[in-house]
């Protein structure tokens, strides 16, 4: 399976260098058109035209990498404008399968935070999102930064076997041309929405949803996964993600959200809000 195409904003005076081997072990998995984007921001160049040259010269040169990892269709621009403003136009007028940015504003504040930029992304766009998890690695130090890549070694995938959660599968089924060394399938019977419900009534969900994952896992061993594995457990969704990332350590979440979406406001679940912000891992969150 091959991606039709994905849209990248890169931060050429930030975190840009330290992604880049990212969106190369991305492209090398299949992507059939990849839009490179960096967003000169107004409000702290002004249009310098010095510092235009130079951008546009980084972003060629990022283009023939991507180019030299498979594939054909590759296009970088720089603009200038409002950075989280320009990503959602381009999204909404070239309608990619996926978006693709780093977990940090310029100022490589703390992981549980994304930045400003691809905080509004994530609340508004109307396609998939991957938060690549950048780090800091000396603290203080802005231009100082990791991300660690074999970002498909180990993959958990949250699903409640709604609509949004389906969505998912395609992406899972892409990511294991990687050939990932293991992928957990996990269900989370949130107990504030069993409360009422009798202990025959649990033990009939129980059954229903062992049922689904094995459906699941059956689909996913056939497309060679080394390991598949289910876990169905019962508490706060949120905790239990966390907890199980805790022992699983996986190096990507994928998750569909829910919530309103509009162009002023827009409300992701608040399951997907929290593992996004909270999760060391990075994250694929799928609308």
């Known amino acids: 399976m091959k991606m039709d195409s994905m849209l990248v904003p890169l931060e050429i005076h930030g975190a840009g260098e330290v992604m880049v081997p990212a969106v190369e072990e991305i ?56 950075p989280w403003i320009e990503i959602l136009e381009r999204s909404e007028a070239l ?20 930045g400003s930029q691809t905080e509004n992304v994530l609340h508004h766009a109307r396609v998939p999102l991957l938060v690549l998890r950048v780090s800091i690695m000396k603290e203080g130090d802005r231009d100082t930064c990791t991300l660690n890549t074999g970002i498909f070694r180990r993959v958990l995938y949250l699903t409640d076997f709604s609509a949004e959660a389906e969505r998912c599968i395609p992406f899972i089924e892409w990511m294991a041309g990687a050939k990932p060394d293991r992928l957990v399938i996990m269900h989370v019977q949130d107990t504030r929405r069993l409360w009422t419900a009798s202990q025959d009534q649990i033990s009939e969900f129980n059954q229903k949803d ?48 829910k919530g ?13 809000e929290a593992i996004v912000h909270r ?9």
């Open 260 to 272: 309103r979406t509009g162009t002023v406001s827009s409300l992701l679940g608040g399951v997907a």
């Open 210 to 257: 062992a049922k689904r994952l094995a459906d699941l896992k059956a689909r996913f061993e056939n497309m060679a996964v080394p390991q598949v594995v289910t876990e169905l457990v019962t508490g706060n969704a949120i905790d239990e993600i966390l907890a199980v990332e805790e022992t699983f350590h996986p190096t990507m979440i994928v998750m569909g959200a």
């Open 95 to 114: 309608h990619p399968s996926l978006i693709v940015m780093g977990s940090h504003g310029r100022s490589l504040i703390p992981r549980m935070f994304l």
């Open 27 to 82: 492209a090398r998995l299949g992507v059939k058109r990849v839009e490179l984007l960096y967003v000169m921001n107004i409000r702290e160049t002004a249009g310098d035209p010095g510092l235009y040259a130079h951008d546009r010269q980084v972003m060629n040169d990022w283009k023939n990498r991507i180019e030299a990892c498979g594939v054909r269709d590759v296009k970088a621009e720089v603009v200038t404008g409002i």
């Open 279 to 287: 999760a060391k891992a990075h994250v694929l969150v799928v609308r």
